[in-house]
């Protein structure tokens, strides 16, 4: 092979893996709108239209933290930069001081500015603190371990054990069948549906089915589409 063709191929290579981080990322941007939008609409509040640019402001998070908590939060309502510098501070503050969030490496400018991996990570922490942190505490006493997605990857394998075809090893590859989803929820609510019958079904079928099932007899929203799930390069 030549050194052209290696350089080609590594080209390509690294192509394929940005196109993979690309798709990762425009998942993560759609579920978390929708968890966010999800959590304002229960109390009226204004939603998101893009995660990136809605939130450089701080007031739809101030927003969120509200209705989260509980408690009002003062918001700055000027529109230069610095307003919305402060804002984005008074919520990194909260998170960090009230609730015991580490945030690393995240700052008020990485938000204001837009940047969308730092700006997923923090709506991240918020969705592990809000949606996970309460749940793995009742489900998993016994695990005393501080890094809330392993103490979750641990609890849907734990809870997905003796299903057939599903071996939950990370949050990606794992789930891209549809099986799992539709183990972990058959484990606490077998009386919902035949588990074996999904299994000569294919991937989307088994993904719509999960996610049907979670919002119609669980009211848990439906933040994913199975094309979100079922992907090449996932």
Same mark, same amino acid.
């Given at each position: 092979?030549?050194?052209?063709?290696?350089?080609?191929?590594?080209?390509?290579?690294?192509?394929?893996?940005?196109?993979?981080?690309? #798709? /990762?990322?425009?998942?993560?941007?759609?579920?978390?709108?929708?968890?966010?939008?999800?959590? $304002? @609409? +229960?109390?009226? /509040?204004?939603? $998101?239209?893009?995660?990136?640019?809605?939130?450089?402001?701080?007031?739809? *998070?101030?927003?969120?933290?509200?209705?989260?908590?509980?408690?009002?939060? !003062?918001? #700055?309502?000027?529109?230069?930069?610095?307003?919305?510098? =402060?804002?984005?501070?008074? &919520?990194?503050?909260?998170? #960090?001081?009230?609730?015991?969030?580490?945030? !690393?490496?995240?700052? @008020?400018?990485?938000?204001?500015?837009?940047?969308?991996?730092?700006?997923?990570?923090?709506?991240?922490?918020?969705?592990?603190?809000?949606?996970? +942190?309460? &749940?793995?505490?009742?489900?998993?006493?016994?695990?005393?371990?501080?890094?809330?997605?392993?103490?979750?990857? &641990?609890?849907? /394998?734990?809870?997905?054990?003796?299903?057939?075809? !599903?071996?939950?090893?990370?949050?990606?590859?794992?789930?891209?069948?549809?099986?799992?989803?539709?183990?972990?929820?058959?484990?606490?609510?077998?009386?919902?549906?035949?588990?074996?019958? $999904?299994? %000569?079904?294919? %991937?989307?079928? /088994? *993904? #719509?089915?999960?996610?049907? !099932?979670?919002?119609?007899? $669980?009211?848990?929203?439906?933040?994913?589409?199975?094309?979100?799930? =079922?992907?090449?390069?996932?």
């Amino acid at each position: 092979m030549t050194q052209m063709e290696m350089s080609g191929e590594h080209a390509t290579f690294g192509a394929r893996i940005q196109e993979a981080k690309d #798709e /990762r990322e425009d998942v993560q941007k759609k579920t978390f709108t929708k968890w966010i939008n999800s959590q $304002l @609409s +229960k109390c009226g /509040r204004p939603t $998101l239209e893009d995660l990136f640019t809605d939130l450089r402001d701080g007031t739809h *998070l101030l927003s969120l933290i509200e209705v989260l908590s509980g408690t009002p939060q !003062v918001r #700055e309502k000027g529109r230069m930069r610095l307003h919305h510098i =402060n804002n984005v501070l008074r &919520v990194l503050d909260v998170l #960090e001081k009230q609730c015991n969030i580490k945030l !690393v490496n995240i700052s @008020s400018n990485d938000i204001v500015d837009g940047n969308q991996k730092l700006t997923l990570g923090l709506v991240w922490s918020i969705i592990l603190h809000w949606q996970v +942190k309460d &749940v793995m505490k009742d489900l998993m006493d016994d695990l005393r371990q501080t890094n809330l997605e392993r103490t979750l990857l &641990v609890w849907c /394998r734990q809870s997905t054990q003796g299903y057939a075809e !599903v071996d939950v090893k990370n949050f990606t590859t794992s789930w891209r069948s549809g099986l799992a989803f539709n183990a972990l929820i058959h484990r606490y609510k077998p009386e919902l549906f035949s588990y074996d019958r $999904l299994l %000569p079904r294919s %991937p989307e079928e /088994r *993904l #719509e089915h999960a996610f049907t !099932v979670a919002y119609e007899k $669980l009211a848990v929203d439906k933040l994913l589409d199975p094309e979100d799930v =079922n992907v090449e390069n996932a």
